[in-house]
Protein backbone atom coordinates (compact mmCIF):
# COMPACT_ATOMS: atom_id res chain seq x y z
CA UNK A 1 0.00 0.00 0.00
CA UNK A 2 0.97 3.78 -1.01
CA UNK A 3 2.65 5.67 2.21
CA UNK A 4 1.92 9.08 3.17
CA UNK A 5 5.36 10.04 2.07
CA UNK A 6 5.04 8.42 -1.00
CA UNK A 7 1.94 10.73 -1.85
CA UNK A 8 3.78 13.83 -0.36
CA UNK A 9 6.49 13.36 -2.43
CA UNK A 10 4.46 12.65 -5.22
CA UNK A 11 2.74 16.07 -5.34
CA UNK A 12 5.99 17.63 -4.94
CA UNK A 13 7.37 16.50 -7.63
CA UNK A 14 3.91 17.17 -9.46
CA UNK A 15 4.48 20.76 -8.39
CA UNK A 16 8.38 20.98 -9.33
CA UNK A 17 7.08 19.62 -12.85
CA UNK A 18 4.33 22.20 -12.70
CA UNK A 19 1.91 19.43 -13.46
CA UNK A 20 -0.11 20.84 -10.97
CA UNK A 21 -1.18 24.60 -11.12
CA UNK A 22 -1.43 26.78 -7.94
CA UNK A 23 -5.33 26.35 -6.72
CA UNK A 24 -5.50 22.72 -7.74
CA UNK A 25 -7.87 21.31 -5.91
CA UNK A 26 -6.61 17.70 -4.15
CA UNK A 27 -9.82 15.37 -3.18
CA UNK A 28 -8.95 13.17 -0.71
CA UNK A 29 -11.40 10.62 -2.29
CA UNK A 30 -9.85 10.70 -5.78
CA UNK A 31 -6.72 10.85 -4.29
CA UNK A 32 -7.27 7.31 -2.16
CA UNK A 33 -8.53 5.82 -5.91
CA UNK A 34 -5.36 6.70 -7.61
CA UNK A 35 -3.04 5.87 -4.64
CA UNK A 36 -4.93 2.64 -3.74
CA UNK A 37 -5.13 3.75 -0.40
CA UNK A 38 -7.33 4.36 2.50
CA UNK A 39 -8.50 8.40 2.73
CA UNK A 40 -7.00 8.02 6.45
CA UNK A 41 -3.17 7.89 4.20
CA UNK A 42 -3.92 10.98 1.66
CA UNK A 43 -5.03 12.95 4.88
CA UNK A 44 -1.74 12.30 6.77
CA UNK A 45 0.21 13.02 3.45
CA UNK A 46 -1.70 16.48 2.94
CA UNK A 47 -1.74 17.49 6.26
CA UNK A 48 2.22 17.29 6.06
CA UNK A 49 2.25 19.05 3.08
CA UNK A 50 0.26 21.73 4.45
CA UNK A 51 2.73 22.00 7.54
CA UNK A 52 5.54 22.59 4.63
CA UNK A 53 3.18 25.10 3.22
CA UNK A 54 2.52 23.42 -0.42
CA UNK A 55 -1.04 22.69 0.16
CA UNK A 56 -3.63 24.54 2.32
CA UNK A 57 -7.29 23.54 3.02
CA UNK A 58 -10.44 25.04 3.05
CA UNK A 59 -13.93 24.46 5.16
CA UNK A 60 -16.27 24.59 2.05
CA UNK A 61 -13.47 24.12 -1.08
CA UNK A 62 -11.06 21.09 0.58
CA UNK A 63 -7.68 20.71 0.31
CA UNK A 64 -5.58 22.75 -2.43
CA UNK A 65 -2.31 23.70 -3.93
CA UNK A 66 -1.64 27.35 -2.39
CA UNK A 67 -1.48 30.33 -4.57
CA UNK A 68 0.96 32.69 -2.85
CA UNK A 69 0.69 36.07 -2.73
CA UNK A 70 2.65 38.77 -3.93
CA UNK A 71 4.18 39.52 -0.36
CA UNK A 72 4.93 35.33 0.22
CA UNK A 73 5.98 35.32 -3.54
CA UNK A 74 8.48 37.71 -2.51
CA UNK A 75 9.61 36.08 0.97
CA UNK A 76 10.11 32.95 -0.48
CA UNK A 77 12.74 34.34 -2.94
CA UNK A 78 14.23 35.75 0.09
CA UNK A 79 14.27 32.63 2.10
CA UNK A 80 15.96 31.01 -0.92
CA UNK A 81 18.84 33.81 -0.85
CA UNK A 82 19.40 33.27 3.02
CA UNK A 83 19.39 29.24 2.91
CA UNK A 84 21.95 29.44 -0.72
CA UNK A 85 24.27 32.20 0.14
CA UNK A 86 24.62 30.97 3.24
CA UNK A 87 25.23 27.30 2.28
CA UNK A 88 28.05 28.27 -0.04
CA UNK A 89 29.39 31.01 1.91
CA UNK A 90 30.46 28.64 4.62
CA UNK A 91 32.04 25.76 2.21
CA UNK A 92 35.93 25.27 2.25
CA UNK A 93 36.13 23.43 -0.55
CA UNK A 94 34.40 21.50 -2.69
CA UNK A 95 35.51 17.46 -3.10
CA UNK A 96 35.54 16.18 -6.40
CA UNK A 97 32.48 13.70 -5.79
CA UNK A 98 30.29 16.21 -5.33
CA UNK A 99 31.78 18.28 -8.53
CA UNK A 100 31.01 15.06 -10.04
CA UNK A 101 27.48 14.46 -9.36
CA UNK A 102 26.48 17.89 -9.82
CA UNK A 103 27.65 17.81 -13.51
CA UNK A 104 26.08 13.99 -13.79
CA UNK A 105 22.70 16.39 -13.45
CA UNK A 106 23.71 19.18 -15.37
CA UNK A 107 24.19 16.62 -18.06
CA UNK A 108 20.21 15.78 -17.40
CA UNK A 109 19.20 19.35 -17.58
CA UNK A 110 20.82 19.65 -21.02
CA UNK A 111 19.19 16.72 -21.97
CA UNK A 112 15.87 17.95 -20.35
CA UNK A 113 16.13 20.72 -22.92
CA UNK A 114 16.83 19.39 -25.73
CA UNK A 115 13.99 17.12 -25.38
CA UNK A 116 10.22 17.56 -25.48
CA UNK A 117 9.31 17.01 -22.02
CA UNK A 118 8.66 20.19 -20.57
CA UNK A 119 8.05 18.63 -16.91
CA UNK A 120 11.01 16.70 -17.08
CA UNK A 121 12.86 20.32 -17.81
CA UNK A 122 11.00 22.37 -14.77
CA UNK A 123 11.38 19.51 -12.17
CA UNK A 124 15.11 18.82 -13.00
CA UNK A 125 16.07 23.05 -13.22
CA UNK A 126 14.30 23.32 -10.06
CA UNK A 127 16.02 20.16 -8.42
CA UNK A 128 19.06 21.61 -9.10
CA UNK A 129 19.50 23.25 -5.85
CA UNK A 130 18.32 20.78 -3.56
CA UNK A 131 21.04 18.63 -4.97
CA UNK A 132 23.66 21.39 -4.69
CA UNK A 133 22.33 21.26 -1.21
CA UNK A 134 22.74 17.40 -0.90
CA UNK A 135 25.86 17.42 -2.40
CA UNK A 136 27.44 19.66 -0.51
CA UNK A 137 26.43 17.23 2.68
CA UNK A 138 23.23 19.08 4.29
CA UNK A 139 20.24 17.27 4.05
CA UNK A 140 18.29 18.96 6.33
CA UNK A 141 18.70 22.11 4.08
CA UNK A 142 17.79 19.97 1.31
CA UNK A 143 14.43 19.08 2.08
CA UNK A 144 13.96 22.78 2.75
CA UNK A 145 15.17 23.90 -0.42
CA UNK A 146 12.67 21.21 -2.06
CA UNK A 147 9.66 22.55 -0.75
CA UNK A 148 11.06 26.64 -1.59
CA UNK A 149 11.40 25.20 -4.66
CA UNK A 150 8.41 24.03 -4.90
CA UNK A 151 7.02 27.15 -3.60
CA UNK A 152 8.58 29.18 -6.35
CA UNK A 153 7.99 26.91 -8.95
CA UNK A 154 3.99 27.94 -8.20
CA UNK A 155 5.01 31.55 -7.88
CA UNK A 156 6.16 31.40 -11.23
CA UNK A 157 3.55 29.54 -12.97
CA UNK A 158 1.10 32.16 -10.91
CA UNK A 159 2.74 35.55 -11.85
CA UNK A 160 3.81 34.33 -15.38
CA UNK A 161 7.55 34.09 -15.32
CA UNK A 162 9.40 35.29 -18.31
CA UNK A 163 12.89 33.20 -17.41
CA UNK A 164 14.31 31.40 -20.17
CA UNK A 165 15.07 27.90 -19.52
CA UNK A 166 17.79 27.86 -21.24
CA UNK A 167 19.68 30.60 -19.17
CA UNK A 168 18.51 28.91 -16.20
CA UNK A 169 20.45 25.97 -17.21
CA UNK A 170 23.71 28.24 -18.25
CA UNK A 171 23.51 29.55 -14.76
CA UNK A 172 24.10 26.27 -13.23
CA UNK A 173 26.86 25.22 -15.49
CA UNK A 174 28.34 28.63 -14.01
CA UNK A 175 28.12 27.64 -10.96
CA UNK A 176 29.29 24.48 -10.73
CA UNK A 177 32.67 25.45 -13.08
CA UNK A 178 32.99 28.03 -10.17
CA UNK A 179 32.45 25.27 -7.41
CA UNK A 180 35.45 23.23 -9.16
CA UNK A 181 37.84 25.82 -9.66
CA UNK A 182 37.88 25.77 -5.86
CA UNK A 183 36.44 30.19 -6.30
CA UNK A 184 33.60 29.95 -3.85
CA UNK A 185 33.34 33.01 -3.94
CA UNK A 186 32.44 33.28 -7.10
CA UNK A 187 30.46 30.27 -6.96
CA UNK A 188 28.40 32.48 -4.16
CA UNK A 189 28.45 35.79 -6.72
CA UNK A 190 26.95 34.20 -9.32
CA UNK A 191 23.88 31.95 -7.25
CA UNK A 192 23.03 35.63 -6.02
CA UNK A 193 23.01 36.62 -9.48
CA UNK A 194 21.06 33.90 -10.91
CA UNK A 195 18.21 33.95 -8.42
CA UNK A 196 17.85 37.63 -8.74
CA UNK A 197 17.36 37.15 -12.20
CA UNK A 198 15.28 34.46 -11.41
CA UNK A 199 12.76 36.91 -9.14
CA UNK A 200 12.96 39.83 -11.44
CA UNK A 201 11.33 37.73 -14.39
CA UNK A 202 8.31 37.77 -12.43
CA UNK A 203 5.35 39.84 -13.12
CA UNK A 204 5.26 41.46 -9.24
CA UNK A 205 4.33 44.80 -8.88
CA UNK A 206 6.37 47.04 -6.99
CA UNK A 207 4.48 46.88 -4.19
CA UNK A 208 1.56 44.97 -2.87
CA UNK A 209 -1.95 47.03 -3.65
CA UNK A 210 -4.72 44.98 -2.51
CA UNK A 211 -6.88 47.61 -4.22
CA UNK A 212 -5.27 47.09 -7.96
CA UNK A 213 -7.94 45.55 -9.85
CA UNK A 214 -11.24 47.39 -8.78
CA UNK A 215 -9.00 50.80 -8.96
CA UNK A 216 -7.98 49.74 -12.56
CA UNK A 217 -11.40 48.48 -13.39
CA UNK A 218 -12.94 52.04 -11.78
CA UNK A 219 -10.27 54.22 -13.41
CA UNK A 220 -12.32 57.32 -15.47
CA UNK A 221 -12.93 55.98 -19.23
CA UNK A 222 -10.61 58.00 -21.73
CA UNK A 223 -13.01 59.51 -24.97
CA UNK A 224 -12.32 61.06 -27.91
CA UNK A 225 -12.53 65.01 -28.15
CA UNK A 226 -15.56 64.34 -30.26
CA UNK A 227 -16.92 61.93 -27.09
CA UNK A 228 -15.87 64.32 -24.59
CA UNK A 229 -17.81 67.36 -25.71
CA UNK A 230 -20.64 68.43 -23.43
CA UNK A 231 -24.48 67.57 -23.41
CA UNK A 232 -25.34 70.71 -23.95
CA UNK A 233 -23.03 70.81 -27.52
CA UNK A 234 -24.47 67.35 -28.33
CA UNK A 235 -28.17 68.22 -28.42
CA UNK A 236 -26.98 71.34 -30.17
CA UNK A 237 -25.46 69.85 -32.30
CA UNK A 238 -28.58 67.13 -33.07
CA UNK A 239 -31.21 69.45 -33.23
CA UNK A 240 -29.02 71.28 -36.23
CA UNK A 241 -28.97 68.74 -38.18
CA UNK A 242 -32.17 67.01 -37.64
CA UNK A 243 -33.51 70.71 -38.26
CA UNK A 244 -31.89 71.24 -41.55
CA UNK A 245 -33.39 69.31 -44.74
CA UNK A 246 -31.63 68.08 -47.51
CA UNK A 247 -30.74 70.71 -50.23
CA UNK A 248 -30.96 67.90 -53.01
CA UNK A 249 -34.05 66.22 -52.42
CA UNK A 250 -36.87 67.21 -49.93
CA UNK A 251 -38.94 64.24 -50.27
CA UNK A 252 -35.75 61.90 -50.56
CA UNK A 253 -34.62 60.12 -47.01
CA UNK A 254 -31.79 61.64 -44.65
CA UNK A 255 -28.70 60.10 -44.91
CA UNK A 256 -27.70 57.02 -42.54
CA UNK A 257 -24.99 59.23 -41.73
CA UNK A 258 -26.59 61.09 -39.84
CA UNK A 259 -28.71 58.38 -37.99
CA UNK A 260 -25.44 57.34 -37.29
CA UNK A 261 -24.02 60.02 -35.66
CA UNK A 262 -26.83 60.22 -33.37
CA UNK A 263 -26.40 56.75 -32.25
CA UNK A 264 -22.70 57.04 -31.47
Known amino acids: MTTATEISNRIIEAVMAQKLAPGSRLGEQQLAMLFDCSRTIVREALTRLATRGIVTVSARRGWYVIEPSEDEAREAFEARRVIELGLLHQLKAVDKAAVRQLKSHLQREKAALAGSDVGARSFLLGDFHVCLAECLGNSLLADTLRDFTARTTLIAMLYQ ?6 QSCEDHVRIVDALEAGDIARAEALMAEHIGTVQSALRLQAS ?6 LRNALAPVHKSPAQASSPARARKSRATKSSTPPASNPDAPADASTYLGALL
Open 161 to 166: SSHDAA
Open 208 to 213: SDPLAG
